[in-house]
């Protein structure tokens, strides 16, 4: 099967968060399937180009049409972890991708528009024909809509659509302005059952354009699934899904296995597996010293995350000291954009700077997460909301025991080690419900009542989280079932 992959971020290239680790870990299982796979990327001047071999210019002035005139562009090929990747590169007087950020900016609309139809204006001027596009998240979700609108009577009119969500709390909330902008019929559209948002009449909705077009939508979890469709967690577009929900299931995303795994990650120190467990603790060592923590026999809890009020901010917080108080030492490694919770952290990390337990890392690093994976005993991610939840995998992979609120794809990946109905190999971690501080120190006292009392059940625990197959292999079989479907039975007219 051909298959391209549209998307704002790809791993390792150009990663804001796990939208690029789904995009490169399902890209790579694809293609090590025997499928022809092409990534199509911004070429953000924030690319980390020593992650791409034999990067050059193979296609020039390839004419987008924007709003009543139009953007030149160039096309970059090169190779990321040996995936056939293709950088977008307009030439526009806004400097669209030059901002060095991936996202964020207060025009990113209008970015991932022109992006959106330079994807298919590339695949028609150059006379490609894929099975499938694979579209992720609001910044595509304009390109189904851009191909049945107008690139299918130009020819490709075999290629069909599948969407992923990745997070309803973005959703490409927009002016009509847009549609004129990437030449699409804007009253036509602008109606309840296509892109008008539905809370808003005067608001048009990208990843509700991109549900609507769309083969076929999944999500990165089916507990995520649900909620989507039954609770506010669809932020709006529950209807919407309800309404498409003869094409539409929740795929829980894997971790890529190869570049996740302790026994041969060369950004930690010492290599350990579930074999070589104790050497686990030597990981522990170099990251106190590194960080300035004292030598103890403390259990270590961490917070890997984007500091997003999505992630619980406050809980996250107060597990932090709620941790320090009942005598384990706390890491976090958090990137805010929202100044107001950089501020939030900063005061956190001046409160905490003389405690020898504790450190504060704010920022994104990578060699350090992986690091803090290889050290910690306990992983707390309290989200308000989590759509899958890479972290959680992550850490369990480096027997990690994650400590987790069980909502989305948390609650699909951890089994409280007490109260979970599955036997005790299945069990993982622990889970609480309540978004509250009470909830998260009940968690926490059991999980460090474990550590603390029980050592040989704490290191089973772990051992069954490292025993757990998050792997690519079983989601991309499910996601080859679907581009299957799409592709033979689909109408291509979806909506
Ligand atoms: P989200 O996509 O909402 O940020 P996920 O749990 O799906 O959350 O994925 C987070 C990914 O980003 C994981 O690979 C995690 O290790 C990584 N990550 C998050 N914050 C940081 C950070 N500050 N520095 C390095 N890596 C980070």
Request: proline share 5%; glycine share 8%; charged share 20%.
């Amino acid at each position: 099967m051909y298959i391209v992959m549209a998307s704002a971020e790809c791993a390792p290239v150009a990663k804001a968060g796990g939208l690029g680790d789904f995009v490169h870990g399902l890209a790579r299982e694809l293609m090590q399937a025997g499928h022809r796979v092409e990534v199509l990327l911004p070429k953000y001047d924030c690319l980390r180009l020593e992650a791409i071999e034999g990067l050059e210019k193979d296609y020039s002035d390839l004419w987008v049409p924007f709003y009543d005139k139009g953007y030149l562009c160039d096309l970059y090929h090169g190779r990321v972890d040996g995936i056939d990747s293709w950088f977008i590169d307009p030439h526009s007087p806004q400097e669209f991708f030059n901002r060095g950020v991936i996202h964020g900016e207060p025009d990113d609309v209008d970015r991932f528009t022109l992006y959106a139809r330079a994807v298919l204006e590339f695949l028609h001027q150059s006379g490609r024909h894929p099975d499938v596009i694979h579209c992720n998240d609001w910044h595509t979700g304009l390109v189904p809509v851009l191909l049945y609108e107008i690139y299918q009577v130009q020819g490709l009119d075999q290629t069909r659509v599948c969407y992923t969500l990745h997070n309803l709390g973005h959703q490409g909330w927009t002016g009509e302005y847009i549609l004129h902008q990437a030449g699409l019929d804007a009253p036509r559209l602008m109606t309840q059952d296509r892109l008008r948002d539905p809370g808003n009449p005067h608001t048009v909705n990208l990843m509700k354009g991109g549900i609507v077009y769309s083969n076929y939508v999944t999500t990165v979890s089916p507990r995520y699934a649900w909620e989507i469709q039954s609770t506010e967690q669809g932020m709006g577009l529950q209807e919407t899904l309800r309404r498409h929900g003869h094409k539409f299931c929740g795929v829980l995303n894997g971790i890529d296995f190869d570049v996740w795994n302790p026994l041969t990650d060369n950004r930690i120190p010492y290599a350990y597996g579930p074999e070589s467990l104790p050497d686990k603790a030597r990981n522990k060592q170099v990251l106190r010293q590194r960080l300035g923590l004292v030598e103890a026999s403390k259990p270590l809890i961490a917070v890997v995350s984007r500091l997003d009020a999505q992630k619980g901010v406050e809980l996250i917080r107060h597990a932090i000291l709620y941790g320090l108080e009942r005598g384990a030492q706390t890491v976090l490694l958090g990137s805010a954009q929202d100044p107001m919770l950089e501020a939030y952290f900063r005061v956190l990390q001046r409160e905490t700077d003389a405690n020898p337990d504790c450190h504060l890392e704010l920022g994104y690093d990578e060699d350090l997460a992986h690091l803090i994976y290889a050290a910690a005993d306990i992983m707390v991610i309290p989200s308000v909301y989590e759509p899958c939840g890479l972290t959680q995998m992550i850490a369990m992979r480096y027997g990690v025991v994650p400590l987790v609120r069980g909502v989305g794809g948390l609650a699909d990946t951890v089994f409280d080690a007490n109260h979970s109905d599955k036997p005790f190999e299945a069990r993982n971690g622990y889970v609480f419900d309540e978004l509250t501080t009470e909830a998260l120190a009940s968690a926490l006292d059991r999980a460090l009542g474990l550590w603390f009392d029980y050592p040989e059940y704490f290191r089973q625990l772990r051992l069954n989280g490292m025993a757990m197959d998050n792997s690519w292999a079983r989601p991309a079989r499910l996601y080859l079932d679907i581009f299957e479907k799409i592709r033979v039975k689909t109408p291509n007219i979806p909506s």
